[in-house]
């Protein structure tokens, strides 16, 4: 996979390579935007957004979605209550993903997970490292996409 001369996509999540993708059923709605990091819910086959604590699975997906009728209009669109969502898994492909607010990232930082499924800057003391920044990104009072190197 050759990842030279990387761009964020137009209304798409995935930038390269080729994850593991499972159809999984959104229990609740709140942060379920494409791009946003998921944990699993109350049963194997439930999605809720990841927090800072969470033991990420995957990435919400988005033009991997298998029926219309789920797909939200647009990357920035929220998924549903029980809708069916692509969730990207098993490292080794570039996604589109959600630095939260004040962090200032360097390509090749290690990330981990923030509240809402956001991604942020690895501190040295703890957190799992989900992914690793592909460009360097600031953000101040609002959060920004990121391409993000997946380690889940």
Known sequence: MTMLGLRAPNNKILVAGTPLIQELNVEDATNMYPGRLVIKGTNDNDVTVCGAA??????????????????????????AANAQAPVLYGGGFVVLGKL??????????????????????????????????????TTTSEAADIMVLSLI
């Open 100 to 137: 939260a607010a004040s962090q200032t990232v360097v390509k090749g930082d290690r990330l981990v997970a923030a509240d809402e499924g956001m991604v942020s800057k690895a501190a040295s003391d703890g957190g799992i490292v989900v992914g690793i920044a592909m460009e360097s990104v």
């Open 54 to 79: 969470g033991i990420c699975i995957g990435w919400l997906g988005y033009e991997q979605c298998t029926n219309a009728g789920f797909m939200p209009t647009d990357k920035t669109t929220i998924y």
